[in-house]
């Protein structure tokens, strides 16, 4: 069976927010932030040069201001930040503290409500697992 791998070239410089002050805007949408795993995340961001990925990055970003123009509450205000801790449920034998499982089914509780509805059908596509299994 013949495989294809396909090869994205990189073709911009790696100043290249500085270039076109696309650092600016990234200061100033980490000024809205409500949390840390925002900020995070706006850290992280870079181009992408795969079409599949800008597609689903582009449906996702239309789900949230549909939802959001129809009236669709989405919780941002008081979140826990549970990236902290979840990253060491990978490790074999580890047990979340009790005060880490509460914060977490305080999270899945938040989820439950807002996916009743579906206002946003990514969420069960990003955490599938935990929707199937509150």
Do not use: W
């Not at 949408?29 to 800008?54: M, Q, W």
């Not at 582009?58 to 549909?66: D, Y």
């Not at 939802?67 to 919780?75: M, Q, V």
């Amino acid at each position: 069976m013949l495989f294809a791998q396909i090869c994205y070239i990189v073709f911009y410089p790696n100043d290249i927010f500085q270039v076109l002050e696309f650092d600016r805007l990234l200061i100033l949408a980490e000024s809205y932030c409500k949390g840390e795993a925002g900020k995070r995340l706006l850290k992280n961001v870079r181009f992408h040069t795969n079409p599949d990925e800008i597609e689903r990055l582009l449906s996702e970003t239309m789900e949230f201001k549909l939802s959001l123009d129809a009236g669709d509450s989405f919780p941002t205000g008081n979140y826990t930040d549970i990236d902290t801790f979840l990253k060491y449920l990978k490790i074999t034998d580890y047990f979340l503290e009790v005060e880490h499982i509460n914060e977490l089914r305080s999270v899945l509780e938040i989820m439950k409500t807002s996916t009743d509805s579906l206002p946003l059908p990514a969420i069960p596509k990003t955490i599938p697992y935990l929707l199937k299994n509150p």
